[in-house]
């Protein structure tokens, strides 16, 4: 797997210089033209620049596409036995059947940025009935392609590309966003579920969702240093979308629907844990109007309204939590679980 090791680190390399390149001018553009947000967990609420999404979009598709030409470039020279590589042929001798679902990928992320982009520019105007439905259009291509992985063995055929796509595309395009508002936290939750992937990948020989997930993960680990806290830009609904779009694309395209319990556990929980927020009385305004956000103390502790979301649940019992404390307790939990995932994962495909 040597050609594989050797594409994924340069699409990694890749996608970190492209995001360092692009980054500055995303932020600069952004406050020019307005395209700004309150960092609300801060003192004196802060205006920063988003949507740093835009960036990693831009970072990952490039970076993504051209390693794919490159693997395209040498398996046709193979072919018209220009050049001989045994192993190389061995490894990509299937990218040309494989091209139009990878590409289906890439345009199902497209689709899930382009929608949060757009929610962006037009100040979160997108309410969340809409994007219930919209959550459906980032699966188009995926549907179009007729992908029908087995679960557990069992076929379901067109079931698959009906039911299990479009649902499964909805609750990662949507929990994904709602477990999202802090300095780091989305960022952070996404370099964790993309190092499980590619380790998982590495496990079982896919180069194609190795080489995908490195890409991610260098415009991620990029992203991370601007988003950390305190933060200079925040990724915007164009980032998590796209994020929960890309984490079940290469799942599905991996056929590793076995780790999307481990990956997505907190989000389900978050998701469950929704349903108890909006029967609390306390999660509400005097005018009905649902809180969000935590507020803050004067020493920028969170004051989080109930405990009914993942991201509220430590602060809510365990007072003089700030936003840090909380984000980092939440990465070592995703940390753990996606270990377990990995270790589980490894015992069933020995």
């Known amino acids: 797997m040597i050609y594989s090791l050797i594409l994924a680190l340069a699409g990694l390399i890749l996608s970190i210089v492209i995001s360092v390149i692009v980054f500055p001018f995303v932020i600069r553009s952004s406050l020019a033209s307005g395209m700004t947000t309150v960092d609300a967990h801060k003192k004196g609420k802060p205006i920063i620049a988003e949507p740093g999404g835009l960036a990693t979009i831009l970072a990952f598709t490039f970076s993504f596409l051209a390693i794919i030409v ?69 699966s188009f291509p995926l549907i179009i392609l007729g992908i029908n992985n087995p679960i557990r063995g069992i076929e379901i055929g067109i079931l ?31 370099i964790i579920s993309f190092t499980t992937i590619l380790i998982v990948s590495i496990w079982v020989n896919d ?23 305190p933060a200079k830009v925040l990724i915007g609904n164009s980032g998590t979308l796209m994020l929960g779009a890309a984490l079940f694309v290469v799942i599905i395209l991996g056929n590793l629907e076995s780790l999307a319990l481990g990956i997505f556990l907190l989000y389900f929980i ?81």
């Open 70 to 138: 490159v693997i395209v470039i040498i398996r046709n020279l193979i072919d018209e036995e220009f050049i001989q590589l045994t192993e190389f042929d061995i490894e990509f001798g299937n990218i040309n059947e494989d091209l139009p679902k990878y590409l289906g990928g890439i345009l199902a992320v497209v689709i899930a940025g382009l929608i949060g982009l757009i929610d962006d520019i037009f100040g979160r105007s997108v309410r969340w009935r809409e994007k219930i439905f919209l959550g459906f259009l980032p």
């Open 160 to 190: 698959y590309a009906v039911f299990i796509i479009p649902l499964g595309m909805n609750f990662a395009f949507n929990s994904y966003n709602m477990l999202a508002g802090y300095n780091g936290l989305e960022t952070g939750l996404g």
């Open 207 to 229: 180069p194609t969702v190795l080489i995908f997930a490195a890409c991610m993960l260098g415009a991620l680990l990029v992203l991370f240093w601007y988003n950390k806290y």
């Open 270 to 350: 978050n998701f469950v844990m929704f349903f108890f927020y909006l029967r609390d009385p306390r999660a509400f305004k005097s005018e009905g109007e649902k809180i969000k956000l935590a507020d803050i103390d004067d020493e920028e502790n969170l004051i989080p309204p109930s405990p009914w979301a993942v991201y509220w649940i430590i602060p809510f019992y365990r007072k003089n939590t700030k936003e840090y404390t909380n984000v980092m307790f939440l990465l070592i939990l995703q940390t753990i679980i996606c270990g377990i995932t990995i270790f589980g994962f490894f015992l069933m495909n020995p």
